[in-house]
């Protein structure tokens, strides 16, 4: 079966409860070795984990369609800091050999740095939280940035935990005192942990947001790199920024890091002449990356070369795409990847889109609805 983000989780058991004071019988979870999670979702082979309208970490089981909060606590309310829940905060976990691993940041502090002036001091936390003994523990500290907040995307791959390091952009006055800073525009790394010995490794920074600025000018205020995910062997990043102000369009282009070699590619060598594209959907056999508007590029697993869509539909509902076998899914539209033919599915038309495969049915979840899904037959959809 095609997978959007790879795990292998196994759900044995799961019964819907949000009522406070009552827990959810959560799943014995186990893992292949894979797992990818971005502030969107967690879309593994037999459940999606989301974040919910009031930033509590959710669970759809896609067998019995059934919702439950990420809680295996008895009687928990969900409010205290022993509840993994409440740690969250309302972002997403990767999970392996039954657990969640999660990062939690430093409450950021404004110290003085070397030079006596004004600065900000960051931190963040990577923890393991144990679904049998519903016990949470410290991993590590990472000095100087934060992970959680924004999160860029977290990938665990066979025991290595890869991460974004994010520095947050910062202005400074004439007199290099620090004046304001967010989350965007900031240097951005991509690190590693070995969760067998918790070494971390600094492995490329991601993008350069001075030197883009250069060309784009507000591209030292806007720009943020985002994981997508893992394609033949490659980490896969979109980069985007502010392109211009008036008119509030962002630009984007794609990156990758080569797990076989440790190499990273994709940084644009002139910014007057960047190569625009974005990953939109990326599973185990298929990565999309939308080019342009109206323009989407299909690369399949073992084809060099990409299947060119074009059909304006793409520009106003890229962020639907699902890809499975040899269909692609944008909103409430169905491409034939062989033939490019199109067409509206009217199941789909009530502002519904494609977002998992589940044996022989496809989950569909509701445009600005959070939590509500429906199963639906194969036969069905695409008949």
Same mark, same amino acid.
């Given at each position: ?6 795990i ?24 292949d070795?894979?797992?990818?999670g ?5 879309y593994?082979d ?11 970490t959710?669970v759809l089981?896609?067998?019995s369609?059934?919702t ?32 969640a ?6 409450e ?6 070397? +030079?006596g ?7 963040s936390?990577?923890y393991?939280?144990?679904?049998g003994?519903?016990?949470e +523990?410290?991993?590590?500290h990472v ?10 995307g ?10 974004v390091?994010?520095?947050l ?5 004439? +007199?290099?005192?620090l ?13 590693a942990?070995?969760l ?15 030197d883009l ?12 790199v ?17 392109m211009?102000e ?5 630009g984007f282009?794609?990156?990758y ?8 590619h ?8 960047i190569?625009f ?6 599973? +185990? ?13 299909v ?16 520009f ?5 795409i ?14 034939d990847?062989?033939t490019?033919e ?13 977002i998992?495969?589940?044996?022989d ?11 509500n ?11």
């Amino acid at each position: 079966m095609v997978k959007r983000s790879l795990i292998m989780l196994s759900i044995t058991a799961f019964c819907v409860c949000f009522m406070q004071g009552c827990s959810s019988a959560q799943p014995e979870m186990k893992s292949d070795g894979y797992s990818f999670g971005i502030g969107s979702g967690n879309y593994a082979d037999t459940f999606c984990c989301y974040r919910t309208k009031d930033r509590q970490t959710a669970v759809l089981d896609y067998d019995s369609m059934n919702t439950s909060l990420l809680c295996t606590k008895p009687n928990c309310n969900h409010t205290g800091d022993d509840c993994i829940v409440k740690r969250l905060n309302g972002n997403i976990p990767v999970f392996g050999d039954h657990c969640a691993y999660y990062f939690v940041d430093d409450e950021s502090k404004m110290v003085q740095n070397d +030079e006596g002036k004004r600065d900000l001091l960051l931190g963040s936390n990577l923890y393991r939280y144990d679904f049998g003994t519903n016990q949470e +523990e410290q991993l590590l500290h990472v000095d100087g940035a934060c992970v959680a907040e924004n999160c860029k995307g977290m990938m665990l791959d066979h025991g290595v935990l890869y991460f974004v390091e994010n520095k947050l952009g910062r202005s400074y006055d004439e +007199e290099g005192i620090l004046s304001s800073y967010g989350s965007h525009g900031g240097e951005l790394s991509l690190h590693a942990v070995d969760l067998s010995d918790l070494k971390v490794q600094d492995l490329c920074a991601l993008y350069d947001p001075e030197d883009l600025g250069k060309t784009y000018p507000k591209a030292p205020f806007s720009g943020s790199v985002t994981m997508q995910g893992k394609y033949d062997n490659k980490i896969y990043f979109s980069v985007g920024f502010l392109m211009d102000e008036m008119t509030q369009e962002f630009g984007f282009y794609t990156t990758y890091y080569d797990l076989a070699d440790g190499s990273y590619h994709g940084t644009p060598e002139d910014y007057t002449k960047i190569d625009f594209g974005r990953v939109m959907f990326l599973s +185990e056999n298929d990565l999309v990356i939308c080019r342009k508007k109206g323009e989407i590029a299909v690369y399949k697993k073992g084809s060099v070369e990409p299947i060119i869509l074009e059909d304006e539909y793409y520009f106003g509902y890229s962020s639907e795409i699902f890809a499975d076998d040899n269909v692609l899914f944008c909103a409430d539209k169905l491409f034939d990847l062989n033939t490019k033919e199109s067409r509206v599915l009217k199941v789909l038309e009530d502002e519904k889109h494609v977002i998992a495969k589940y044996g022989d049915d496809f989950i569909a979840a509701k445009r600005g609805d959070l939590g509500n899904y429906e199963k639906i037959s194969a036969n069905k959809l695409l008949k």
